[in-house]
């Protein structure tokens, strides 16, 4: 997992090479090990490098293949890199390294953008075509890997950030109103292709790019998540908790690849605890298990060490305890904001955060549980809809942070415009081919809430400290399956159900039937003291008047009563606004 950058122009100018370093330099902590650019006429390329495949200097980046006439900077892991080296090599093809990026290179030159078909990984990368001048980019199924861009003063750049595209400042910082929408209404969520900022975008996931010489821009998807059976599926409840396993446990196995030892962010819940199982059954030698816990604010406990203690000791993991007082919570809330793509209003970014520092002195690569409740149905707001005759409504009710007379009374007049976040998840939909409204809204969360939430912030908080997430219930062929499961076995159990069953067979039952636990984070939950202070700085700044986003009125109701203020999901409704100033004002904005 590294950084990636660049820049083509088409107003006849050379690459600005400075400019393109620098953008390396500002995600150097992505790719700690080394960085490369390479400049030809009007296009430069990029790269910050972690290495975990191929650790010597023929995996470097940017890497060429003169013979190919080809260049790419890359960003992830092709998890069955050397099933597709073996096969290229049938082809004739010639390998100098035993890099995932090689394999790339020379997928892309036998089999054009269908090579992404064969990919199995998480990835966000460019190629360069040395003959046509074209550059072709691309972002994996689940948006795993990020892939920010702009086109901005006669040129096209893109960066594995948004904040190394604004570096060297955009010809306008102005909010995007559909966008803003979203981050006040659907869950602090901002599809693809938007962001707050109006002139920087991000490639959809699934999606690949094309960019001639002379500026013409075509993108395409090239996967698409289907709901519903297929022919061969598995037919009764057992054979559904097999192959469900099954696929866990090849996906556990793929994300052992590399030349480095792998561990385990351990949250004590049944996904990470599965992970951990399915790992120790692996014969991973040594496993090292992480858990993060904070101070307990009132009655609301900041840990759940019990939990994570008791997996650690059933696998005979060497596992570590990080405990983090609110003090120094506090103290690296301005570095978890500069890690911060995007604002992201979960409580937990500090806790990924901080957590990473410590796992970073110790591997290079972890896995981790996120997507499970997306992809398995785990989400109480998940039951309600089965039977649901009007499925936008109620998901929204239970869902949006706040409905459009709610948005409408938090920021100013001349931003507030349609429901945009309404019409999105009805125009999704109505598109989704599911049938069931249950289906319809897992669909959305697996391909948009979970890609520009939970996946987005492990990403971006553990390659503060250059340390690579590996998500096995995020392989394609897990979700996949999942989605032709039947909801009523998703579902059961209240969430997970089959999941849960299939897990029995590894993990303890203790584990399995604890309630629903999320990471907490009180001293956020609940904003007193120095972090209420830090919260009635940024909003009462100069520049957050200046900007003109919240009505001050909004902002003053919510300062008078920080704690009575909650989201349907029980978030606060100030925490989201100083977000979203709070990293306005971190990266110059």
């Not at 819940?269 to 101070?295: Q, Y």
């Not at 039977?387 to 409408?408: E, N």
């Not at 289906?439 to 990403?459: E, G, I, N, Y």
């Not at 109701?557 to 606060?572: A, D, I, N």
Request: proline residues 5%; contains cysteine; aromatic residues 8%.
């Amino acid at each position: 997992m590294c950084g990636i950058a660049g820049e083509m122009r088409f107003d006849g100018a050379g690459a600005d090479i400075g400019r393109v370093q620098r953008m390396l330099d500002l995600m150097s902590a992505r790719g700690p090990d080394d960085d490369g650019l390479v400049s030809q006429g009007p296009v430069a390329l990029g790269h910050r490098r972690l290495a975990i495949v191929d650790l010597s200097e023929r995996g470097a980046q940017p890497m060429r293949d003169q013979e190919l006439g080809l260049t790419i900077v890359f960003n992830g892991c092709i998890y069955n890199h050397d099933e597709l080296r073996r096969r290229l090599g049938e082809l004739g093809y010639r390998f100098y390294s035993r890099s995932d990026t090689e394999v790339i290179l020379k997928a892309y030159h036998a089999w054009g953008e269908r090579c992404l078909d064969d990919f199995m990984g998480m990835f966000a990368f460019c190629i360069r075509e040395h003959e046509s001048g074209r550059l072709f980019l691309a972002r994996d199924r689940l948006g795993i890997k990020p892939l920010y861009y702009t086109l901005d003063g006669g040129a096209f750049r893109f960066a594995s950030t948004l904040p190394a595209l604004v570096r060297d400042g955009l010809s306008s910082h102005a909010v995007d109103p559909a966008a803003l929408h979203h981050y006040m209404s659907f869950h602090s969520v901002v599809p693809a292709p938007h962001t707050l900022l109006s002139a920087v975008r991000k490639v959809p996931p699934g999606h690949w790019m094309r960019i001639e010489a002379d500026g013409r821009i075509r993108e395409q998807a090239f996967w698409s998540l289907q709901f519903g059976p297929r022919e061969g599926d598995p037919q009764t409840d057992r054979e559904w908790e097999d192959a469900v396993l099954e696929s866990m446990r090849v996906a556990v196995r793929r994300r052992l690849t590399g030349d480095v030892p792998v561990g385990v962010l351990l949250s004590g819940g049944l996904d990470s605890s599965l992970i951990t199982g399915l790992l120790a059954r692996e014969g991973v030698p040594h496993l090292n298990t992480f858990t993060v816990g904070f101070e307990d604010v009132g009655k609301e406990e900041g840990n759940e060490f019990r939990y994570s203690d008791l997996v650690a000791r059933t696998f005979g993991t060497e596992h570590h305890q990080v405990f983090i007082d609110s003090a120094t919570l506090l103290q690296h809330l301005p570095g978890c904001f500069s890690a911060m793509s995007e604002p992201m209003v979960s409580h937990d970014n500090i806790g990924f955060y901080l957590l990473s520092r410590e796992v970073s002195k110790h591997v290079k690569v972890v896995q981790s549980g996120q997507g499970a409740d997306e992809v398995f149905g785990g989400y109480h707001w998940y039951p309600p809809l089965l039977d649901s005759t009007d499925p936008v409504a109620d998901y929204a009710r239970v869902f949006f942070d706040r409905d459009h007379a709610g948005f409408a009374e938090a920021i100013e007049p001349g931003l507030v415009g349609d429901d945009h976040s309404r019409a999105f998840v009805a125009a999704r939909f109505a598109d989704t081919q599911a049938e069931a409204p249950v289906d319809k809204a897992l669909h959305l969360d697996t391909t948009v809430m979970l890609v520009d939430d939970p996946v987005k912030r492990v990403d971006n908080m553990t390659m503060a400290w250059g340390l690579e997430a590996r998500t096995p219930f995020l392989d394609h062929e897990v979700v996949e399956l999942a989605a032709r499961c039947p909801a009523r076995l998703k579902l059961a159990q209240e969430g997970k159900g089959v999941l849960k069953e299939a897990a029995r067979r590894v993990i303890p039952d203790g584990v399995i039937d604890r309630p629903k636990g999320y990471f907490p984070v009180p001293a956020l939950k609940y904003l007193r003291g120095e972090s209420l202070e830090m919260v009635r700085d940024a909003l009462s700044s100069r520049p957050a008047r200046e900007r003109g986003v919240f009505r001050r009125d909004y902002v003053e109701k919510l300062l008078s009563e920080p704690e009575q203020h909650l989201t349907p999901l029980r978030g606060s409704k100030l925490w989201q606004i100083a977000v979203f100033e709070l990293w306005m004002q971190t990266h110059g904005l």
